[in-house]
């Protein structure tokens, strides 16, 4: 205890004491009796009261609780507050127990005055004890979530240095062609240094220094502040623009998928994945819908290519998880390692970068139209993608490697059936995701127990590894794929409300063909519909976005037929449909409906056939099936596969406007399939 605190204890004590005693001689006095005799047994009653509170805190006080304070005082999480402080802070409460004690004693013996001094130090030992654990508990909880903020700063701004300085790598090979005002403003707002200028921080801003001949932007350099804040996270993000053997590896990315729930990629080989999504062309994916004009038809149909692309990457992720399980029975040779696990992620993930806008709509729609398997490869290929800089960033050779695992060729043939074959990580994941949101339950297949059905065989007489199907278990799930992908055709994807649109966007480019430029289209599909080729850079302009914007406008196109069919698509007004027989030739329906529309007064090019036919289940040499010690063929092992190899399903229908509805039902009766 302090002096000071001593000294008010000792007043504040001594002076309740001497306050007694007034009273009680007073009272003596007045009543005549001895008060010598009085003061002497009032002080004996208070030291007895004294000593008992004395007794009552220092049996009340825990020694672990005191340690504890101790410590706690030790590392400044509790104030410097002594007892007798605490006594002072109680100054009224305290003198009046002190003159209760004293009234008590002149009554009663002198065990009742210890117990009370007892019970009263007791009481005040406890209160100090609470009161300072409150503040331990109190500071310390104070100390970790200002630590834990502290970290979570460090963490997000060593991240933030490590995506900005990917993207500066990316954006080099584009400095050429870009001119000088695009380069600042890209400086400016998406990049930053390597010593760690954040992304459109509006206090630090690009200085511009120009000297005869060249001109050069530069940007202000960082503090070692800064840097000391983020610097005990910034190896944990090396892996963002940087290959390391010792293992260093971008943070785990994990997101929510409303088919495969949580999707993590995590780990040095799995950072590709994040590192390809930050780039522009995969980026483009999110503006572009998977099922084109299917949502005029299933509302929930407006998920994009982007959680496509990301959903065939987890499914790669889970079957190279499946076949790394697999490969102790398969040569050491032709097992899968750290390279062929990034380029098979790369692939699944890219798979579905040259869609245009509309998804596969667009290819039927316009006339001489490179696929997009073609302008995947052309994206992949081009130096000045930024997909192709993160793929050269990983290894010079990887661009070509994915390009051609995307078409289905690689060394590894397993791995490049499961990127192009027929349980392809394309098709597993589109079945569900497509089944998912447009509501209909046809195309659930059981894709975990697919993968756990899975085997790996060497082949007789060759060092490759051949993909089989345990038949006991696993030949249930090959049968629902089957049977699902066709009901997702003919339930989905042939669905009439969707081929109409299709048609009705036929005509309109058939029309703007015709027109030629039209105020609001895109340079691009412009140059297209001209029978021109257009490079990769113009090709990535034209999503979902542009084309709905285009479609805006040639609402008010001076040309009525071109507003019409405009107008058609952006309020779902679309061509009716009438089933025919499967026997009728195409060229005989065709020129029937022609005759009727222009009867009916309507341009024949308006209308048009559609006929398709799904084949339910082609063979896959390459996929057997292991029933014991032996191998067969799907179709010897499954009779429902077996049957629905001869069914051949044809969707055969004539497109034409609602105003010639009834005469082309009536005209063409002896055509239709009304069954």
């Not at 059981?446 to 790996?456: P, Q, V």
């Not at 010690?629 to 001869?646: F, H, I, K, N």
Request: net charge positive.
């Amino acid at each position: 205890m302090r002096f000071t605190d001593f000294l008010r204890t000792a007043v504040l004590l001594f002076g309740g004491a001497g306050t007694t005693l007034a009273v009680v001689a007073v009272a003596g006095a007045s009543a005549d009796d001895d008060t010598v005799a009085i003061v002497v047994a009032l002080g004996w009653w208070t030291l007895a009261a004294a000593g008992g509170l004395w007794l009552g805190r220092r049996m009340a006080a825990t020694p672990g609780i005191e340690r504890l304070l101790a410590n706690a005082r030790a590392t400044n999480t509790l104030p410097e507050v002594e007892p007798g402080a605490v006594l002072f802070n109680r100054l009224w409460p305290l003198a009046v127990v002190t003159v209760a004690c004293g009234a008590v004693a002149f009554l009663i013996p002198q065990i009742p005055a210890i117990a009370a001094g007892y019970a009263i130090g007791v009481a005040l030992t406890r209160s100090r004890q609470r009161t300072r654990l409150l503040v331990v508990e109190q500071r310390s909880l104070e100390r970790v979530l200002g630590q834990d903020a502290v970290d979570r700063r460090a963490r997000a701004a060593a991240h933030a240095l490590a995506r900005a300085a990917e993207r500066r790598r990316s954006a080099q090979a584009l400095d050429a062609r870009r001119p000088c005002r695009a380069r600042c403003r890209r400086a400016t707002l998406k990049m930053c240094t390597t010593t760690g200028a954040a992304r459109g921080h509006r206090s630090r801003r690009v200085d511009h220094e120009t000297t005869p001949g060249t001109r050069r932007h530069a940007l202000p350099r960082v503090g070692p502040a800064y840097h000391a804040r983020c610097g005990a996270y910034l190896h944990r993000s090396a892996g963002l623009f940087e290959r390391r053997p010792t293992g260093h590896s971008r943070a785990p990315m994990i997101l929510r998928d409303p088919v495969h729930g949580l999707i993590a990629f995590e780990g040095d080989v799995e950072s590709i994945v994040p590192r390809l999504l930050d780039t522009r062309e995969l980026q483009r994916l999110r503006r572009i819908r998977s099922l084109g004009a299917a949502s005029l038809a299933f509302p929930g149909a407006e998920h994009s290519r982007f959680a496509h692309a990301i959903g065939s990457a987890h499914v790669m992720k889970r079957y190279l998880q499946r076949v790394m399980h697999l490969s102790r029975d398969i040569p050491a040779r032709v097992r899968i390692g750290d390279d062929e696990r990034r380029v098979a992620l790369a692939a699944a993930l890219l798979h579905d970068l040259g869609h245009g806008p509309y998804s596969h709509t667009f290819e039927a729609v316009i006339p001489g139209a490179l696929a997009h398997e073609d302008w995947t490869s052309r994206i992949l290929l081009d130096p000045s993608t930024e997909v192709n800089a993160v793929l050269r960033s990983i290894d010079p050779a990887a661009p070509p490697i994915v390009e051609r695992l995307i078409h289905g060729e690689h060394p590894i043939p397993h791995l490049a059936r499961a990127v192009s074959g027929t349980f392809d990580v394309d098709r597993c994941d589109y079945l569900l995701r497509d089944s998912h949101m447009t509501g209909v339950r046809y195309g659930l297949l059981d894709l975990d127990w697919l993968l756990g059905s899975l085997r790996l065989d060497p082949r007789p007489g060759t060092s490759a590894a051949a993909l089989t199907v345990d038949g006991e278990k696993g030949l249930t799930a090959v049968e629902g794929f089957f049977l699902g992908r066709l009901y997702m055709y003919r339930q989905v994807y042939l669905h009439k409300a969707v081929r109409a649109a299709e048609a009705v966007l036929r005509a309109l480019f058939r029309r703007l063909a015709v027109l030629g430029d039209q105020p609001g289209t895109p340079r691009a599909l412009a140059a297209l519909l001209r029978g021109e080729s257009i490079g990769v850079g113009a090709y990535l302009d034209l999503d979902d976005h542009a084309l709905e914007s285009a479609l805006r406008a040639w609402s008010d196109a001076d040309d009525a037929l071109l507003a019409e069919l405009a107008v058609r698509l952006r309020e779902r007004k679309l061509f009716k449909t009438l089933r025919l027989r499967r026997d009728v030739p195409i060229d005989h329906a065709r020129e029937r409906l022609g005759e009727v529309l222009r009867a009916c007064g309507v341009p024949p090019d308006l209308g048009s056939i559609d006929r398709v036919e799904i084949d339910a289940y082609i063979e896959d040499e390459t996929l057997m099936v292991r029933s014991g010690a032996r191998l067969e063929r799907l179709l010897d092992a499954s009779p429902v596969l077996r049957g629905l190899s001869r069914e051949n399903f044809v969707h055969y229908r004539a497109i034409f406007p609602p105003q010639a509805r009834d005469r082309v039902r009536t005209a063409l009766a002896d055509l239709s399939d009304l069954t």
